[in-house]
């Protein structure tokens, strides 16, 4: 009973992530969670410690996976800003505050969720990795400057801090992972842990994201709830700038990558990092700016967990006969 449960959210991704927005929704205009809010931080350093164990650290060496990197730049910080500044003069001229929070959105790329993701859709995490420590250091030196082009304001934003942030959501788990695999290896063979232990490994990185999607959300409930009237033109945005990011970056990574790589080159340019962006936008622009990154926070969650689903049935297929995808380049 206890390992069905423990198994439920990553046989059911579709039905875990939005019953999870609706709890966090729900409980959040009820309770104050905000005493949570150091705690995501824990829960996100699980989610990647869990992917990280067994990880080949040799592949981050490797020059493999370049020509993934360089298309993830083009697409980060040429053609999504394009996207979100042209659905921005469109649909959000009268709400400029709304548009700086989609600018805010669209310039800082890749957070923990992409090499989780790309773990749970047996991608390459080597690149994912690559992708998001190159997506974060990039994205902070070019958004102040992208802020001040596409919305008239210049926004600080503190290199160090990002930087602390990779080597506590990317690089801690990374060592913690290479020092539990070192303990298994004493007592177990490389084989085991492939076969039994490695399998178990990937419901508690899910159980770890579901705890960061519900603090996330409970803790942002009442500024949904406050904001209604400005919802619906919000929702429309971000619908047509995450189905515009998914279907761009899965068309390039179709057509010029292996899947290994594509899974990886997807999650590395539609997963924003919106924990950083919530919070630039609301000490910089106001609740306004922050309202869209929260909703963006939903659509996203609910974009990659049915994308996960229907792309391994369609365009990303499981290649069973394989050797393990994550050594491919």
Do not use: C
Request: proline content about 4%; overall charge positive.
């Amino acid at each position: 009973m206890l390992s069905k449960i423990y198994r439920f959210p990553q046989k059911y991704m579709m039905i875990s992530v939005p019953l999870i927005l609706v709890l966090g929704f729900v409980i959040g205009n009820f309770v104050d969670t905000s005493v949570l809010q150091p705690t995501i931080l824990i829960g996100t350093i699980i989610m990647i410690y869990a992917t990280m164990i067994g990880f080949n650290f040799k592949q981050l060496a490797s020059p493999k996976g370049t020509k993934v990197l360089l298309y993830a730049v083009v697409i980060n910080f040429v053609i999504i800003p394009v996207v979100a500044y042209s659905l921005g003069t469109i649909f959000l001229k009268e709400y400029p505050l709304m548009f700086a929070g989609l600018a805010l959105s669209a310039l800082l790329p890749t957070s923990g969720m992409t090499i989780s993701w790309t773990m749970l859709q047996k991608g390459n995490v080597a690149v994912a990795v690559k992708l998001t420590i190159f997506g974060l250091l990039i994205g902070s030196i070019l958004t102040p400057w992208y802020l001040l082009l596409m919305v008239g304001q210049y926004v600080d934003i503190n290199i160090w801090q990002t930087m602390q942030t990779i080597l506590l959501v990317v690089f801690l788990p990374m060592l913690l992972g290479h020092f539990t695999f070192k303990l298994i290896l004493r007592k177990h063979t490389p084989h085991y842990f492939k076969e039994q232990i490695k399998p178990k490994l990937g419901p508690l990185s899910i159980w770890a994201m579901l705890y960061v999607v519900f603090v996330s959300m409970s803790m942002r409930a009442t500024m949904i709830v406050d904001n209604l009237a400005l919802i619906a033109i919000a929702l429309l945005v971000l619908l047509l700038f995450y189905a515009l990011n998914f279907a761009i970056s899965t068309g390039i990574a179709v057509t010029r990558f292996n899947r290994a790589d594509g899974i990886a080159l997807v999650n590395g340019t539609v997963l924003r990092n919106l924990s950083l962006a919530i919070g630039i936008a609301a000490t910089a622009f106001g609740a306004e700016a922050a309202l869209i990154v929260t909703l963006a926070f939903i659509v996203q969650q609910q974009f990659i967990a049915n994308y996960a689903q229907i792309s391994k049935r369609y365009w990303f297929k499981e290649q069973h006969n394989s050797n393990e995808v994550t050594a491919k380049a």
